[in-house]
């Protein structure tokens, strides 16, 4: 008898325990379910006025797009965005990074290269010589010359011809950690607007994709950006293009020459593009495929961006450009704002004051010399 009670405990117990293991399993996947929601929930709860902090209070083009980003960002919301389709561009210099100190940084890196570098001074070609001199020019005058951009965009290409990707980007992310001639106590690379970069920030905590569309040369970009504060991987940086080839390639065309195990890739030296106007809206859709909802820029080359961004989208969008007002903490041009906050009301874009608008634009501790 005592046997058969134990027999019919036996498998009594066993039971029991399956159900005990069913219930906490149960129970676990619904605590981790609530959790996931929970968390969730928390990672879309986006404080504006804690991640914008160096923004004035009153700032409209902080409020217009925090609105904004809260229209887009609420599911029901008539204006609401699908994740894939937030989609914002940035202009880099005198958007995202320093624009005159003393020219754009493309133009200082090439300049370095051929007037400063001991290890390539002495190669420089004299057309790259000729095109440095007119940078010392510009940056001795202030007047631009008018072919400088596809001038430029030659002497980069050639300057730098059969150095790997990695060693352009490296040359460039070195040059950046250089001071920046006109603050105390900053670098080059770390010459970024401080309330922008906090854009790009608010921007990706509400799950948009931040790419820069630049007329800078695609490989200086990614060499600044790498010493830089700002965030973004290889793949979102976007600049003017030039050739790469094969080591071992030769004359061959890349249709009729494999790369081989003994192969790399290096600068092919020819200038392809100058990713400004009108060929940031073709590049945008040959590498993005998909049409930005909002766009950043600075000056006139980024209208056709901003056009883009504007133009027929099946959603809200909007275009921001910031006015160089700010002569004490940064190298501003008050005319060139002005014609920029005239535009703006012209074309529907939002006005961005860096002088009004932020508490700050490198650090409290950055001065102009």
Aim: proline fraction near 3%.
């Amino acid at each position: 008898m005592e046997n058969k009670k134990k027999n019919i405990w036996k498998p009594l117990a066993i039971v029991s325990l399956c159900l005990l293991l069913i219930v906490s399993t149960l129970y676990g996947l619904g605590v981790g379910y609530k959790n996931t929601r929970d968390n969730k929930a928390a990672a879309q709860s986006v404080d504006a006025n804690e991640m914008l902090n160096l923004w004035q209070d009153g700032a409209a083009a902080k409020n217009e797009l925090v609105s904004y980003i809260e229209a887009v960002t609420k599911e029901g919301s008539a204006d609401f965005i699908p994740v894939e389709n937030r989609i914002a561009v940035f202009d880099l210099d005198g958007t995202l990074a320093c624009e005159t100190d003393p020219v754009y940084f493309d133009h200082c890196v090439l300049r370095h290269r051929v007037l400063e570098d001991p290890e390539y001074k002495d190669k420089a070609s004299d057309f790259e010589k000729e095109v440095a001199a007119d940078i010392t020019e510009w940056i001795n005058t202030g007047v631009s010359p008018d072919d400088m951009m596809t001038r430029h965009g030659k002497a980069v290409a050639s300057a730098f011809s059969g150095l790997t990707p990695e060693e352009f980007v490296k040359y460039v992310e070195d040059y950046a950690k250089t001071p920046a001639p006109g603050y105390n106590n900053m670098t080059r690379a770390e010459a970024f607007y401080k309330p922008m970069l906090q854009i790009v920030d608010y921007l990706q905590a509400n799950d948009f994709t931040v790419y820069v569309v630049s007329g800078t040369d695609r490989f200086i970009v990614r060499g600044l950006v790498a010493a830089s504060p700002l965030n973004l991987p290889n793949k979102q940086l976007i600049g003017s293009d030039e050739s790469l080839v094969a080591t071992d390639q030769g004359d061959a065309d890349g249709l009729e020459y494999v790369f081989d195990a003994d192969d790399q890739l290096v600068m092919g030296g020819d200038f392809l593009i100058k990713n400004l106007d009108t060929n940031k809206v073709t590049v945008i859709q040959q590498e993005i495929g998909v049409q930005p909802v909002l766009a950043f820029g600075n000056s006139g080359s980024d209208f056709s961006m901003a056009q883009y961004a504007l133009n027929d989208n099946k959603y809200k969008a909007k275009a921001f450009m910031l006015c160089c007002d700010d002569t004490e903490r940064e190298n501003g041009n008050v005319e060139k704002a002005e014609k920029m906050v005239a535009s703006c009301k012209e074309n529907g874009y939002t006005a961005i004051s860096m002088k009004n608008d932020w508490k700050t634009i490198y650090g409290d501790n950055v001065t102009r010399k």
